[in-house]
């Protein structure tokens, strides 16, 4: 068994549930539900753990291979009298240039890729249709709103009749084994409070716009059928995954929230990011709580074939402690830094295609936090296959020697940032509609 997995299955159960109860996590106390609930989401992100990280980054480069050369050879597929769809990466291909997607959406459950593979959220489980944007009653939601649909008990997946704003009046927490799938109409969560995906598994949040996201007072807010408790102030994280495991956002777009985009903290593992649009932000993507949170050591993240864009500062993402797969996403002239951690996290940035701002005091895509460098040279961040424009440069550390050479040379021969633009060209919430290939 690697070190890392030894380490998790021996360190982490104590040490994430310790650090639960230390740090402030937004309820004024855990009660016995949540104490249950707290445990039992540790030994779900544990079983999630993969102990050999670097089969599932072989894996993936796999797919992605196969995703390029099917491309390449029929590279526009023709569906329903000529229609042409092109779906790029693997996770896409799985699903968008099928003709019938619209009437078999549950399909998607099958797609996840990456750290988060196997995540199905509300698949086996009934239709939901929202029909109501409004969010008045945190304790009682109405029957037909988001907010009713995501305590539930059961297995839902989560579609909506028609394009609408939802304007959260308090974070939106959600249940066990969901998926909120905003495919074939425009649904906006913005300007009130965000998705709060905490002590649960098997969550997809797919093909919706997350915007204008705001701190929000707190307050007594039920977060299953049969139980409710009180909330301290929201960050006002656009999406926040606390506690969780089997994770996938995909076809998300992000931008103004008031705290991060996306962060994933306290012992969350095997999760996916893909496929994302990012704008508009300082403090992007936070993996990871903070230095002394040692649970962190299981987290395990793909962050693959997103676009970070226009008016992003920086943390794109910052990692602590895991073991995270940066691949083939596209950075364009962040202010500050790209890629960021502290506390040994393992970074592998891999088919990446990085544009530089023209400030020349911020080329450098990397960036150590609170560490001197005799600390930091040890920790294993590597770049492969990385596209470096406009001055763009890359810090590498750490010793890779015991990385298995069958994966080494497969990951030089892994396509190249140069294959970015065609790799996430459909970044963001995609405007489909039922009758044609999204």
Same mark, same amino acid.
């Given at each position: 068994m690697p070190f890392l997995g030894l380490l998790a299955f021996v360190v982490v159960v104590p040490t994430v549930l310790a650090g639960t109860y230390r740090q402030d996590i937004g309820i004024a106390h855990l009660d016995r539900f949540l104490q249950e609930r707290a445990y039992n989401a540790t030994k779900f992100a544990v079983e999630a753990y993969n102990r050999n990280p670097e089969s599932a980054i072989l894996k993936f480069n796999e797919q992605i291979?196969?995703?390029?050369?099917?491309?390449?050879?029929?590279?526009?597929?023709k569906l329903n009298g000529g229609e042409r769809c092109m779906a790029t990466n693997p996770i896409d291909r799985c699903w968008r240039c099928k003709s019938g997607w619209a009437k078999n959406r549950q399909a998607l459950g099958e797609c996840a890729r990456g750290f988060g593979e196997g995540t199905t959220g509300g698949m086996g489980g009934c239709m939901y249709v929202v029909t109501d944007a409004s969010d008045d009653d945190m304790l009682n939601p109405k029957k037909g709103t988001l907010r009713h649909a995501v305590i539930q008990d059961k297995p839902l997946w989560i579609i909506f009749k028609r394009s609408m704003i939802i304007t959260l009046k308090q974070e939106l927490i959600m249940n066990h084994d969901k998926t909120i799938d905003g495919r074939g109409?425009?649904?906006?969560?913005a300007y009130g409070a965000g998705i709060t995906i905490q002590f649960v598994h098997n969550i997809i949040i797919h093909g919706i716009r997350i915007h204008h996201i705001v701190p929000k007072s707190g307050g007594m807010i039920r977060d299953s059928l049969g139980h409710y408790g009180f909330r301290t102030v929201s960050d006002g994280d656009g999406i926040s995954i606390f506690g969780a495991s089997r994770v996938w956002?995909?076809?998300?777009s992000l931008d103004h929230c008031s705290d991060g985009l996306i962060d994933a903290i306290m012992a969350s593992s095997a999760l996916t990011i893909s496929n994302c649009k990012f704008n508009h932000h300082n403090d992007v993507m936070l993996?990871? &709580?903070?230095?002394?949170? @040692?649970?962190?050591? *299981?987290?395990?993240?793909?962050?693959?074939f997103n676009r970070f864009g226009k008016g992003l500062v920086q943390r794109m993402p910052t990692c602590r402690w895991g073991f995270f797969h940066?691949?083939?996403?596209?950075?364009?002239?962040?202010?500050?830094? &790209?890629?960021?951690?502290? @506390?040994?996290?393992? *970074?592998?940035s891999q088919g990446n295609r990085f544009r530089a701002p023209d400030n020349v005091h911020a080329k450098e895509v990397t960036h150590r936090d609170h560490y001197p460098r005799h600390v930091w040279k040890r920790w294993k961040w590597r770049s492969v296959n990385d596209l470096f424009l406009n001055g763009a440069f890359f810090v590498a550390s750490g010793d890779h020697s015991e990385i298995d050479q069958n994966l080494k040379k497969y990951m030089v021969q892994a396509k190249d940032g140069s294959a970015v633009g065609q790799l996430t060209r459909y970044a963001g919430m995609l405007r489909c509609t039922h009758a044609r290939p999204c």
């Open positions: 291979q196969e995703s390029l050369e099917a491309t390449n050879n029929s590279t526009r597929r109409v425009q649904v906006h969560i956002v995909d076809h998300v993996l990871g &709580a903070n230095d002394n949170h @040692r649970g962190d050591v *299981i987290m395990q993240v793909t962050v693959a940066v691949v083939n996403n596209d950075y364009n002239k962040w202010e500050k830094y &790209a890629i960021g951690g502290s @506390r040994n996290p393992i *970074i592998i």
